[in-house]
């Protein structure tokens, strides 16, 4: 599978903004998907996944109650909206998929990684 993410951008402290992920083939709908995000010199942080069904979720506690993790299966797209964002959101965001489709947890758990998207938090 391929993925390609997009939607980063600059935002002030305190907006929102939303990334896709768009990913190819035709089995998506049983791929577990996650975003993850890092900044130069950091290990990758992994910041929250979502199951196959789009059932369950998982939210890292630096992101829990601000972002929200989405996907819609018809077009083979995951979704981070993204809310009152800070500017130690800052960083390059990557999706991931993992054909084991219940939820997955942490950077390990994924097989494919797409290219990121830049993610600038001004405060």
């Known amino acids: 599978v391929q993925l390609q993410a997009s939607g980063g951008g600059l935002v002030q402290a305190g907006g929102s903004l939303r990334l896709s992920c768009a990913a190819s083939?035709?089995?998506?709908?049983?791929?577990?998907m996650g975003w993850g995000r890092q900044v130069p010199g950091k290990e990758r942080e992994f910041v929250a996944a979502?199951?196959?069904?789009?059932?369950?979720?998982y939210y890292a506690d630096s992101v829990k109650g601000r972002f929200t993790i989405s996907r819609d299966n018809a077009k083979n797209t995951v979704y981070l909206q993204m809310n009152s964002l800070k500017p130690e959101d800052t960083a390059v965001y990557y999706c991931?998929?993992?054909?084991?489709?219940?939820?997955?947890?942490?950077?390990?758990?994924?097989?494919?990684w797409g290219q990121g998207t830049q993610v600038t938090v001004s405060s």
């Open positions: 991931a998929a993992d054909p084991r489709g219940e939820v997955r947890i942490g950077v390990p758990s994924y097989d494919y």
């Open positions: 083939g035709r089995t998506f709908s049983r791929y577990a």
């Open positions: 979502i199951s196959e069904s789009g059932g369950s979720t």
